[in-house]
């Protein structure tokens, strides 16, 4: 079989959505970016900052309560939905969960193809990534580095502190089917 989707799981400022782009680049033929910021850009406003939401601390914890998971869960059978009607998806997550976020991605994505990649990146690059963006809470990027990868399996592993995007994106491509 075909692989049908790319999931890439890593922290915040990991280097994760420049694969992405890459990937787009470097694959034959079209394949959709999707990521978890499509997903919270998506909720609405009193969902934001808020108990059953999704609540990002003043120091980067971000914690996610009962309305978030009910609309996630919908969002990964969504996405599943859209594979098996044919569209190849790269996705881009942040498993805050660990292995519990990649078993609930493994039942909504059950009998497809997936390349499961992590996209590691030490703590302080990450970091220093997270500085030069300006758009994330100062903290996220440190806290989410090994959080992301606890009790999580991968196919492969890149380490983004030492390759480019693109080279990151030539090493996955080689393992799509």
């Known amino acids: 079989m075909a692989t ?16 992405v782009r890459c990937l787009q680049a470097v694959l034959p033929g079209p394949w ?12 609405p406003a009193a969902l934001q900052n808020s108990d059953t939401g999704l609540d990002i601390g003043p120091d980067g914890t971000v914690s996610v309560g009962a ?14 939905a859209m594979v098996r009607a044919g569209a190849r998806v790269i996705l881009d997550d942040v498993f805050l969960g660990g292995a519990d976020s990649q078993r609930r991605w493994q039942k909504a994505l059950s009998g497809l193809d997936v390349l499961w990649v992590g996209v590691r990146c030490a703590p302080e690059v990450a970091a220093g990534r997270e500085l030069a963006r300006g758009d994330r809470v100062v903290g996220m990027a440190a806290q989410q ?21 693109v080279e990151s ?5 080689a393992r799509v089917r």
């Open 145 to 165: 580095a090994e959080l992301v990868h606890r009790g999580v399996t991968y196919d492969l592993e890149i380490d983004t502190a030492h390759t480019e995007s």
């Open 67 to 80: 309305d978030f998971m009910a609309l996630e869960a919908a969002w990964l059978e969504g996405v599943a």
């Open 4 to 19: 049908q989707v790319i999931f890439l799981n890593g922290g915040s400022s990991s280097g994760k959505t420049g694969i």
């Open 169 to 173: 994106a030539r090493t996955i491509a």
């Open 32 to 43: 959709l970016a999707l990521s978890v910021d499509t997903f919270v850009d998506a909720l």
